[in-house]
């Protein structure tokens, strides 16, 4: 199994900054995709962004022209910028890597960071 050690989160105002970090461990052959959902209090899990092997991005229009998703493939390691943040951007963050090949994928996850957006 893959695993994955997050860090990052933490306590910040309203437009400020906050970096993650994720490094995956243990099975780590054939990582197609990593990145970061979201859970606010009695809300679904979220996509918030992704980004696979060959550094194709996804992100949700939410946080769109306010994150930078970027991987380090040599450290199997997926950063997180997040920037302007926004009270509704509280939630627990989990680091999430799909492991497969050909379309066939088993999904991880981390143990999630707290966010909390407040003055």
């Known amino acids: 199994q893959v695993q994955l050690v997050e860090s990052g989160g933490g306590l910040v105002q309203p437009g400020g900054s906050l970096r993650f970090s994720c490094a995956a461990s243990?099975?780590?052959?054939?990582?197609?995709?990593m990145g970061w959902y979201r859970q606010a209090p009695g809300k679904q899990r979220e996509l918030v962004a992704t980004?696979?092997?060959?550094?194709?991005?996804n992100s949700a229009d939410s946080v769109k022209g306010r994150i930078t998703i970027s991987r380090d493939n040599a450290k199997n390691t997926v950063f997180l910028q997040m920037n302007s943040l926004k009270p509704e951007d509280t939630a627990v963050y989990y680091c999430m890597s799909d492991k497969g090949v050909s379309g066939s994928y088993t999904r991880y996850w981390g143990q999630g960071t707290q966010v909390t957006v407040s003055s």
């Open positions: 980004i696979t092997s060959s550094g194709n991005t």
């Open positions: 243990r099975s780590i052959f054939n990582i197609y995709r």
